[in-house]
T-cell receptor, first 114, second 117 residues
Framework: SQQGEEDPQALSIQEGENATMNCSYK?????LQWYRQNSGRGLVHLIL?????REKHSGRLRVTLDTSKKSSSLLITASRAADTASYFC??????????????FGKGTKLSVIP | EAEVAQSPRYKITEKSQAVAFWCDPI?????LYWYRQILGQGPELLVQ????????DSQLPKDRFSAERLKGVDSTLKIQPAELGDSAMYLC???????????????FGPGTRLTVT
């Protein structure tokens, strides 16, 4: 079953613009991760944010986490055509059985137009 | 840079036939995962191994799917017999997670695209 729900399902922007994707989830988490998937390929890990963190940066990526609202956002600044891909959020449960298991959302399909 | 290897990359099979996928995780990674990804959806976990032991196979359709990781290194996922609804991408991932607590990323292979006709 899907834990996270990304919003929007699809996003089309011009190169150089910023792209923001949102993720909502249902249960308490240990951490939340964002992955990128180019068409027909495997997933690539982008960034991990722990439940006690509120914001994290990695290059042009900025991730925020609001555990009170059970939501996260991924911001890609100064987008490039190479950023065209599907982006998934994935949650790891707080503890116990299922630890280290990722539960993925349905993803946001980002198209960056040159 | 170390990568997760999967083969074959593409597989076309007729329904009721048997099919097998192979995965070689990153060296030293104790935990191995098999996921199924239907087009337009996120990956869904089928089975999780730690070393050679199954940690969770609650989402694996055991009447037709089986998975093994005999020596705690590479792994095989088998479907017998294949059904039309099994058409999907099958992804393998590994991580260094072993002890409780902590936070670990997963490294994914390129996947096997299965088409059942």
């Amino acid at each position: 079953s899907q834990q996270g729900e990304e919003d929007p399902q699809a996003l089309s922007i011009q190169e150089g613009e910023n792209a923001t994707m949102n993720c909502s989830y249902k249960t308490s988490i240990n951490n939340l991760q964002w992955y990128r998937q180019n068409s027909g390929r495997g997933l690539v890990h982008l960034i991990l944010i722990r439940s006690n963190e509120r914001e994290k940066h990695s290059g042009r990526l900025r991730v925020t986490l609001d555990t009170s609202k059970k939501s996260s956002s991924l911001l890609i600044t100064a987008s490039r055509a190479a950023d065209t891909a599907s982006y998934f959020c994935a949650t790891v449960p707080y503890s116990g059985a299922g630890s280290y298991q990722l539960t993925f959302g349905k993803g946001t399909k980002l198209s960056v137009i040159p | 840079e170390a990568e997760v290897a999967q083969s074959p990359r593409y597989k076309i099979t007729e329904k009721s036939q048997a099919v097998a996928f192979w995965c070689d995780p990153i060296s030293g990674h104790a935990t191995l995962y098999w996921y199924r990804q239907i087009l337009g959806q996120g990956p869904e976990l089928l089975v999780q191994f730690q070393d050679e032991s199954v940690v969770d196979d609650s989402q694996l359709p055991k009447d037709r799917f089986s998975a093994e990781r005999l020596k705690g290194v590479d792994s095989t996922l088998k479907i017998q017999p294949a059904e039309l609804g099994d058409s999907a991408m099958y992804l393998c991932a590994s991580s260094s997670a072993r002890t409780s607590g902590g936070a670990y990323e997963q490294y994914f292979g390129p996947g096997t695209r299965l088409t059942v006709t």
